[in-house]
């Protein structure tokens, strides 16, 4: 088949352009032979790839830390009431847990001489009488040690903690519950019935350590007679011997 070309120097163009594409290619390939100059091209180009993916991921990171900075003050400013009714609640709970180990400690103390006078009346033999019965330690209540404790130094009070009050009512109620010592200073006729008296007090359930303090012989309206003075202690009884009633006030 013949073919015509109808456009003069078309063909001869593209064969033109084919060979001059080819020259370029093979002349920059022949025109880069240092080796060294293509390790120097591949380290610039893998380090340009290396600091885009670098600033990529921080970015990226930057964008994750600020929603959750965010987040956080969101929640911050979300919880910041609950978090003050809290503190509030549990100060006002540790003020109760304070007054309530006072109460305590008041109310387990306030029927402890009744109870100790009516077992020394109970153990007292004949031919003896007392002169009298005194107490000899520290009220075993922390109300009065609590409200004329001295107030803080100007500047120097701070609010108590938690456990800081806590801790105080606690030691009301270690105080509550330490003995009460007492003396007892009487006359008996009979060295027998001193023997007996304190084996009847050491006996008691409300009576602990009881000592003959001395034993001297005196004149008692012109008749000789021992003058005892015994050291004792109070003790808490068991449960089952304290029985308590409710106290029922009527109208008037």
Partial sequence: ????????????????????????????????KDKYLLGSVGTVAATVLIVGFLFIGQQTRERTLTEREQRAMQDSARYRVVLE???????????????VAIIKSIDDSR??????????????????????VTQTSAPPSSAV??????????????????????????????????STKFRIVGHTVDIQALTLFMKTLEASPFI????????????????????????AESQKPPAFL???VALNVGDN
């Fill in 1 to 32: 088949m013949i073919q015509v070309n109808l456009l003069p120097g078309t063909a001869s163009k593209s064969r033109d352009s084919d060979f001059n594409i080819a020259g370029m290619f093979s002349g920059a390939a022949s025109s880069v």
């Fill in 208 to 231: 602990q350590n009881v000592q003959l303090a001395r034993s001297d012989l005196v004149l008692v309206d012109t008749k000789e007679v021992t003058e005892f003075q015994l050291e």
């Fill in 85 to 99: 009714a809290k503190a509030k609640a549990e100060a006002k709970r540790d003020s109760l847990y304070q007054q």
């Fill in 242 to 244: 304290v029985r308590t």
């Fill in 111 to 132: 029927y402890l001489w009744p109870h100790l006078l009516e077992e020394i009346s109970n153990a007292l033999p004949q031919y003896t009488w007392l002169t009298s």
């Fill in 145 to 178: 040690q609590d409200s004329v404790k001295k107030a803080p130094a100007a500047g120097a009070k701070k609010e108590a903690t938690a456990a800081e009050k806590k801790a105080r009512a606690d030691s009301v109620l270690a105080v509550a519950s330490r």
